[in-house]
């Protein structure tokens, strides 16, 4: 008897042994309320990084959408100018054609005396200038004009006290003028003061 009275006994010691001291449900719920907390605090952030997510993409797709505009864009505009600069050369051509016609009214022409063949030439070189004229060419003014390195090149500088020093006496090419743009520059003499005692050794 004495025997099964201590085994109940130590039963009942195991059984109060069970749960540590200071050990029982509350921690659970304080740990369960901390992991509430870590819970709350984890889901905005969550929802933060989803959102810039988000945004990321529509910024990739943004860019990629004004990436494909501008590359049309640009095709567009490179097509355009070069309808335009097409365009141009057409209108330019038709504006001579007139001219290439009265050339070939001339070659067809009878035979007629050298005096009527000049003067077609010269009515029809005025018809080109004219056509050119319209175009925006001009003809760079030479003869009288004080010498311009801007539209002129001096081929040779002629001593002379009949003209002002630096004024162009002959002009040995034409020069060009597309609107305020140089061409060509006019081929011209162009006159010097002669040096003192120049002029009486000449004499």
Not at 46 to 57: F, Q, S, V
Not at 91 to 104: N, Q, T
Request: without cysteine; aromatic residues 4%; glycine residues 6%.
């Amino acid at each position: 008897m004495t025997t099964n009275n201590s085994e109940i006994e130590a039963e009942r010691l195991d059984v109060g042994h069970e749960l540590p001291a200071g050990q029982d449900g509350a921690g659970e719920i304080r740990d369960a309320e901390q992991q509430g907390i870590t819970a709350a605090e984890a889901a905005p952030a969550g929802a933060d990084l989803e959102r810039a997510e988000a945004e990321r993409k529509a910024l990739q797709d943004r860019l990629a959408r004004l990436q494909a505009e501008f590359e049309n864009s640009r095709k567009r505009a490179a097509r355009e100018q070069l309808e335009f600069k097409e365009f141009a050369v057409a209108e330019a051509l038709k504006s001579l054609l007139p001219i290439l016609d009265s050339l070939d009214r001339a070659l067809q022409s009878p035979a007629q005396t050298l005096e009527e063949f000049r003067s077609g030439i010269q009515l029809i070189r005025k018809q080109f200038e004219d056509a050119l004229a319209k175009l925006g060419l001009n003809q760079v003014p030479t003869r009288g004009e004080t010498f311009d390195p801007r539209v002129h090149e001096a081929v040779e500088v002629v001593e002379t006290a009949s003209a002002t020093d630096n004024q162009v006496l002959e002009e040995l090419q034409r020069g060009y003028k597309l609107r305020d743009r140089l061409l060509r520059p006019a081929m011209v003499r162009v006159a010097r003061k002669p040096k003192p005692g120049t002029e009486s050794e000449a004499a």
